[in-house]
């Protein structure tokens, strides 16, 4: 029987970790090997990532999956979040800490671009939601400010493709990373010039585009020295892990809808070319590359972040766990008040909660008061805004949406799956959490030939891990908040 080992590298806003996946008998099985934080880093009012330090995470990673569990892997592949990236010089060295999306001088990006390309000019030719932190107003902000590492740069690299660029010495960008940017043609590997020339940069910045399951190179010899390993090969992965995520739906057909949950909240579906159009501009919706040919149509919600701020706001007088909260939240009066979790207010406050208690006044309705409340608030607020956005993916497709697959993180919070179920009146299907380093690992063993197909791969994710069905209750109740809803929702 042939087994096969695969090291994924999933990378989030606010952690890390190094998963082994082992594959043999058709089935998969995932060990944790390492895990640490990732935060960004604060320096004169500007947030940056620490690159040297999650480069230092990964090998300790490899390391330890050698020595500690006696396994050198097949390959290794990288994953992160989108639209940040870092510059290399003329020498070949990383110019600076790359910026971090929720860093504010992007704040007023997007009016001041708009008056070089109109805003519906810009979304019909790219077909990527409109964020203020996408890589072009990113770009854009740069070139403006004279940034010194943007006089510097020499190359740009997104964040999993610097990273992997680290261990193996090869510059190259990833479709599903670089389609985060909005310097893509839509759907094709190929830069959009007119953007570039636009934002005042030049297009030789950017690396030769390559699909997910393109090998990159083999691991340099001085980490392999580091790290105990052998001449392997670092793979370019759906490298967007939101891309990796959406391999590991266990489903089939195409009538289901996703919510790949954790920091963020991306709820789509998967479509065989883009959908681009003036009403989908008044959505909002993003085009993001998949694999296999494949387009991620979605919208990015504000997610756990929610959560995760407020939490860091109480840690100071108590550290709850995450089970604690949901507890809070289940003893506490339901909808209360409720929040849009995309109001421009929660991209990154200093105080969470007192943002939201200032939505909330904003908005003429009474506040939350303890900590339950505030939870609860969260969590049925996000579970409206999936409503909301389930009602905009059916007003341009055909077909209809039958069930919701939430993966990543969000499926283990039963109670925020049984209130998306209530919200959207459609049995939600839970799982598997770990997703991401899920699909990492089996385009990992695509590019090896141990699995041939994203068919194949989803069945051996259905064959490998459990999920847990939810079915929609006390629909008639939120149907009626769904009604003051609206009125407060962007």
Same mark, same amino acid.
């Given at each position: 029987m042939n087994t096969s080992n695969f090291l994924a590298f999933d990378l989030g806003a606010s952690s890390g970790r190094a998963m082994l996946g082992?594959?043999?008998?058709?089935?998969?099985?995932?060990?944790?090997?390492? /895990? *640490?934080?990732?935060?960004?880093?604060?320096?004169?009012?500007? *947030? !940056?990532?620490?690159?040297?330090? $999650?480069?230092?995470?990964?090998?300790?990673?490899?390391?330890?999956?050698? /020595?500690? *569990?006696?396994?050198?892997?097949?390959?290794?592949?990288?994953?992160?979040?989108?639209?940040?990236?870092?510059?290399?010089?003329?020498?070949?060295?990383?110019?600076?800490?790359?910026?971090? !999306?929720?860093?504010? /001088?992007?704040?007023?990006?997007?009016?001041?671009? !708009?008056?070089?390309?109109?805003?519906?000019?810009?979304?019909?030719?790219?077909?990527?939601?409109?964020?203020? *932190?996408?890589?072009?107003?990113?770009?854009?902000?740069?070139?403006?400010?004279?940034?010194?590492? !943007?006089?510097?740069?020499?190359?740009?690299?997104?964040?999993?493709?610097?990273?992997?660029?680290?261990?193996?010495?090869?510059?190259?960008?990833?479709?599903?990373?670089?389609?985060?940017?909005?310097?893509?043609?839509?759907?094709?590997?190929?830069?959009?010039?007119? &953007?570039?020339?636009?934002?005042?940069?030049?297009?030789?910045?950017?690396?030769?585009?390559? &699909?997910?399951?393109?090998?990159?190179?083999? $691991?340099?010899?001085?980490?392999?020295?580091?790290?105990?390993?052998?001449?392997?090969?670092?793979?370019?992965?759906?490298?967007?892990?939101?891309?990796?995520?959406?391999?590991?739906?266990?489903?089939?057909?195409k009538n289901w809808a996703y919510i790949s949950s954790g920091t963020w909240s991306l709820m789509g579906i998967e479509t065989d070319k883009p959908l681009i159009s003036k009403e989908i501009l008044d959505l909002n919706f993003t085009n993001e590359g998949g694999v296999e040919g494949t387009t991620r149509f979605l919208k990015n919600i504000m997610g756990m972040w929610l959560l995760q701020e407020c939490r860091k706001s109480w840690s100071h007088k108590v550290n709850y766990s995450w089970s604690e909260m949901v507890d809070l939240s289940t003893h506490s009066q339901p909808f209360k008040c409720l929040i849009d979790p995309d109001d421009p207010s929660f991209l990154n406050p200093t105080d969470m909660p007192l943002a939201i208690s200032d939505f909330c006044h904003k908005t003429g309705q009474v506040h939350p008061e303890t900590h339950g409340e505030f939870i609860r608030c969260i969590f049925e607020s996000l579970a409206m805004k999936y409503r909301l956005t389930l009602e905009s993916i059916l007003s341009v497709i055909s077909h209809p949406i039958e069930v919701i697959h939430v993966i990543g993180g969000g499926a283990n919070n039963e109670l925020l799956c049984q209130y998306t179920a209530n919200a959207l009146g459609l049995p939600v299907q839970a799982g598997p959490t770990e997703a991401t380093a899920i699909g990492n690992i089996l385009i990992q063993a695509k590019a090896m030939k141990a699995v041939e197909s994203l068919d194949e791969i989803r069945q051996m994710v259905g064959r490998s891990f459990d999920t847990k069905t939810f079915l929609p209750q006390d629909t008639e109740i939120w149907k009626e908040q769904l009604i003051r809803f609206r009125e407060i929702a962007i």
């Amino acid at each position: 029987m042939n087994t096969s080992n695969f090291l994924a590298f999933d990378l989030g806003a606010s952690s890390g970790r190094a998963m082994l996946g082992t594959i043999s008998d058709h089935r998969l099985k995932l060990t944790e090997i390492h /895990r *640490f934080e990732n935060r960004m880093v604060e320096i004169d009012n500007h *947030f !940056y990532w620490n690159i040297f330090s $999650i480069f230092d995470e990964l090998k300790t990673g490899l390391k330890k999956c050698i /020595r500690d *569990f006696g396994v050198q892997p097949d390959s290794i592949a990288i994953d992160t979040w989108g639209v940040d990236f870092a510059f290399i010089d003329k020498e070949g060295m990383i110019a600076s800490l790359p910026y971090a !999306y929720r860093d504010h /001088r992007t704040d007023h990006a997007m009016e001041d671009f !708009y008056k070089i390309i109109p805003k519906e000019e810009l979304y019909l030719m790219t077909g990527i939601q409109l964020m203020q *932190f996408n890589s072009l107003f990113q770009l854009f902000v740069n070139h403006q400010s004279k940034a010194p590492q !943007y006089q510097i740069g020499k190359d740009l690299l997104f964040m999993p493709d610097a990273l992997s660029y680290l261990f193996c010495g090869v510059k190259k960008n990833e479709f599903s990373i670089a389609s985060t940017s909005q310097l893509l043609q839509p759907g094709k590997l190929a830069w959009e010039k007119r &953007l570039f020339k636009a934002i005042g940069a030049d297009p030789s910045l950017m690396q030769e585009i390559v &699909l997910p399951g393109t090998m990159l190179g083999k $691991i340099k010899t001085e980490v392999q020295k580091e790290t105990g390993s052998l001449d392997i090969p670092v793979i370019a992965v759906a490298s967007h892990d939101t891309a990796s995520a959406i391999v590991s739906v266990p489903a089939t057909g195409k009538n289901w809808a996703y919510i790949s949950s954790g920091t963020w909240s991306l709820m789509g579906i998967e479509t065989d070319k883009p959908l681009i159009s003036k009403e989908i501009l008044d959505l909002n919706f993003t085009n993001e590359g998949g694999v296999e040919g494949t387009t991620r149509f979605l919208k990015n919600i504000m997610g756990m972040w929610l959560l995760q701020e407020c939490r860091k706001s109480w840690s100071h007088k108590v550290n709850y766990s995450w089970s604690e909260m949901v507890d809070l939240s289940t003893h506490s009066q339901p909808f209360k008040c409720l929040i849009d979790p995309d109001d421009p207010s929660f991209l990154n406050p200093t105080d969470m909660p007192l943002a939201i208690s200032d939505f909330c006044h904003k908005t003429g309705q009474v506040h939350p008061e303890t900590h339950g409340e505030f939870i609860r608030c969260i969590f049925e607020s996000l579970a409206m805004k999936y409503r909301l956005t389930l009602e905009s993916i059916l007003s341009v497709i055909s077909h209809p949406i039958e069930v919701i697959h939430v993966i990543g993180g969000g499926a283990n919070n039963e109670l925020l799956c049984q209130y998306t179920a209530n919200a959207l009146g459609l049995p939600v299907q839970a799982g598997p959490t770990e997703a991401t380093a899920i699909g990492n690992i089996l385009i990992q063993a695509k590019a090896m030939k141990a699995v041939e197909s994203l068919d194949e791969i989803r069945q051996m994710v259905g064959r490998s891990f459990d999920t847990k069905t939810f079915l929609p209750q006390d629909t008639e109740i939120w149907k009626e908040q769904l009604i003051r809803f609206r009125e407060i929702a962007i």
